[in-house]
């Protein structure tokens, strides 16, 4: 897959930041305060809370949304220039409300490595983070591990191994680490591990380096 001008292991010194934290910038505090309301509706006092009145001025914000957004495949395009796909992909994008978002950092030994708390949105079992969310996470993850290696591909295969439940609401770790590159396969390990060094998540991906032409 062609990484562009995307910075590597070879390339770059211990510590790169590989995704785009949230900025100040308009898109980045609309998008913020979107993730605050997901996680606030979960929260709030569904008796209390006036939801009519709610609903009302939330549809009023996403009428007026829509009513200033292109064709779709004209936004796809604008999505996918430069760099493109760090700011609005569903991990680590800024401008992707149900993205956590998680900042990404290449370090000298060829791994990347973020940390996330992650809340109500997230929830699977009690109190515990959602098990396709972990492979969410890991899958996007180990994508980047790839880029940061040096060659990138499409997920073939993930398989997934639950040691425990992740919890919510306490720092995570996520790491991921490319293994070996034979011809077009590449493989690529990574996992999610609790403050303590427990391991909740680990997985193995198969990766396959193909042409995925951007919108134009
Ligand atoms: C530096 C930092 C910058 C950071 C900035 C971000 C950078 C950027 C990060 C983006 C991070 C996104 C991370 C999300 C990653 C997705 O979400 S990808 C989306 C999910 N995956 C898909 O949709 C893939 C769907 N499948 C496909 O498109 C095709 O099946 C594939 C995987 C491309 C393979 O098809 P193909 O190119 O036709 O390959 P094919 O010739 O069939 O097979 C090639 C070889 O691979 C083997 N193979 C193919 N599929 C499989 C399989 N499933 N299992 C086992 N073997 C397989 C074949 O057996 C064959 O082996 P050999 O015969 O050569 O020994």
Same mark, same amino acid.
């Given at each position: 897959m062609d990484l562009g001008s995307h910075p590597t292991f070879e390339s770059h010194d211990d510590g790169t930041v590989l995704t785009s934290a949230p900025q100040d910038a308009p898109v980045d505090r609309a998008t913020a305060a979107a993730r605050r309301v997901v996680d606030a509706m979960l929260r709030t006092d569904r008796a209390n809370a006036n939801l009519d009145r709610v609903a009302e001025e939330l549809n009023s914000i996403a009428d007026h949304l829509e009513e200033h957004a292109p064709a779709v495949a004209e936004r796809l395009i604008d999505m996918w220039?430069?760099?493109?796909v760090t700011r609005h992909? &569903?991990?680590? /994008? +800024?401008?992707?409300?149900?993205?956590?978002?998680i900042v990404l950092e290449g370090l000298s030994d060829g791994s990347v490595r973020g940390e996330v708390t992650l809340t109500m &949105?997230?929830? /699977? +079992?009690p109190g515990c983070v959602h098990g396709g969310v972990s492979a969410l996470i890991l899958d996007h993850v180990l994508g980047v591990a790839n880029a940061w290696g040096g060659q990138a591909g499409m997920t073939a295969q993930l398989n997934v191994r639950y040691h425990r439940p992740t919890p919510l609401f306490e720092p995570l770790t996520v790491t991921g680490r490319q293994m070996s590159v034979e011809g077009r396969k590449i493989n690529t390990v990574g996992s999610i591990t609790t403050?303590?060094?427990?391991?909740?998540v680990s997985v193995e991906g198969l990766f396959i380096d193909a042409a995925v032409p951007r919108p134009r």
């Open positions: 220039n430069g760099e493109g992909d &569903p991990v680590t /994008g +800024p401008e992707n409300a149900i993205a956590p978002p &949105p997230y929830q /699977g +079992p403050a303590d060094g427990e391991v909740c």
